[in-house]
């Protein structure tokens, strides 16, 4: 039986083997390990390639945010608007700044955050929207943007999987005042462990997330504000810049992938795809159908050699974490359809036509009754 697994490393690493053997090898005889020449280096590269002025590398992806809420003042009895569907780090790292979470529903067709609920959900309190590129698919950014500026709030973009998307040919995590990404292993671009970036165009506050992300250390090594331990690893920032040439390549392998499912599975009737957003791409870090039997169809392709994974299975509302918000199930409709109706399909560069054809294949045949 033909077996599909769900690693999306699997076939990018080794090509880049060696050049990463020589990265680590410079690393060892540098004998520089936090905050070093790599680090740097690294930085410089995210920021040209992101059109930001500034990138700055975090530990990891949650951190990123939650530093981008400090350097804007988010605090106590502040409110941020967060989608209801999203991984749990994009509400935490509000809640973990002391503000509130408030959830908006996401969009039937995009998953992503609907900007129609966000603008009702806005009062005297709110400070931020943070709109999360769900799966690679640009939010709806234009009128989220748009609310954001009318209502003098801060947009942030949680841009931990949809590295190089683009809004109107702009690049995710560009737009915001501050943005989040992640490189978290199996993300678009990912490192060897965790990882993390902040991007904006503000020099202030490219300031102001150096001295966090070190302790709260100035320039002149005096400890200004109240910080955290959390930069970007120096070993991690350097196997990343081996990487950073081929996201784009392995970006446009991803949406091809993407075409070809679109293209097998468009008369199966008992599946929905995710829309990509009006103006925007997606990069397609997640592949979703959603079904009503999705746990079913799990099993069958499990059965059949092919791995699939679930994004996620709660909404933000139904975790325990968060059930001090007083959230009630059936209160955010679509995000919970999706969680309890989304399977991820095999999607990572490497992956032929074969095995896409495979799998399209067993799904026709699951809801055909065999
Ligand atoms: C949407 C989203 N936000 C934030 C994060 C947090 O990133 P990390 O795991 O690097 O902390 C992730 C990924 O894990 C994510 O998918």
């Not at 060892?28 to 740097?40: C, H, M, N, P, R």
């Not at 709806?140 to 190089?164: H, R, V």
Request: charged content about 25%; some cysteine.
């Amino acid at each position: 039986m033909k077996t599909i697994k769900y690693i999306p490393f699997q076939h990018i690493h080794p090509p880049l083997k060696q050049r990463m053997i020589e990265e680590f090898r410079r690393f060892y005889d540098d004998q520089f390990y936090i905050l070093g020449s790599g680090l740097k280096k690294f930085e410089e590269e995210y920021a040209e390639f992101n059109e930001v002025k500034h990138a700055i590398g975090i530990g990891n992806g949650y951190d990123a945010l939650w530093i981008a809420l400090k350097c804007l003042g988010i605090g106590k009895s502040d409110e941020v608007i967060v989608p209801a569907h999203t991984f749990i780090a994009t509400a935490l790292a509000v809640l973990n700044v002391g503000a509130k979470p408030v959830l908006g529903d996401v969009d039937e067709n995009t998953f992503t955050l609907s900007p129609k609920t966000t603008e009702d959900l806005i009062t005297e309190k709110t400070k931020a929207i943070i709109p999360v590129h769900l799966y690679g698919n640009v939010a709806d950014m234009g009128p989220l943007m748009e609310i954001a500026q009318k209502n003098s709030l801060f947009l942030i973009e949680d841009n931990a999987q949809a590295q190089d998307a683009r809004y109107q040919g702009k690049p995710t995590g560009s737009m915001g005042i501050m943005n989040a990404t992640s490189f978290y292993p199996g993300k678009n671009i990912g490192a060897f462990g965790d990882g993390g970036m902040v991007t904006t165009n503000s020099d202030e506050l490219a300031e102001k997330a150096r001295m966090i992300r070190n302790y709260g250390k100035d320039e002149t090594g005096i400890f200004a504000v109240p910080g955290i331990n959390s930069r970007l690893d120096e070993l991690q920032a350097r196997l990343l810049s081996v990487k950073l040439p081929h996201l784009r390549r392995w970006n446009e392998e991803r949406m091809e992938i993407a075409a070809l499912y679109e293209k097998y599975l468009k008369n199966i009737d008992e599946i929905q795809l995710q829309a990509t957003s009006e103006n925007g791409t997606n990069v397609r870090h997640i592949f979703p159908v959603v079904t009503s039997r999705r746990d079913e169809l799990k099993k069958w392709l499990q059965t059949h050699g092919i791995q699939t994974g679930i994004h996620y299975d709660t909404p933000i509302h139904l975790h325990p974490a968060l059930s001090f918000l007083g959230h009630k199930k059936g209160q955010f409709p679509i995000a919970e359809k999706v969680c309890d109706q989304e399977l991820s399909l095999p999607n990572f560069p490497g992956l032929t036509e074969e095995d896409i054809k495979y799998v399209c294949e067993k799904i026709e045949a699951f809801f055909a009754g065999n």
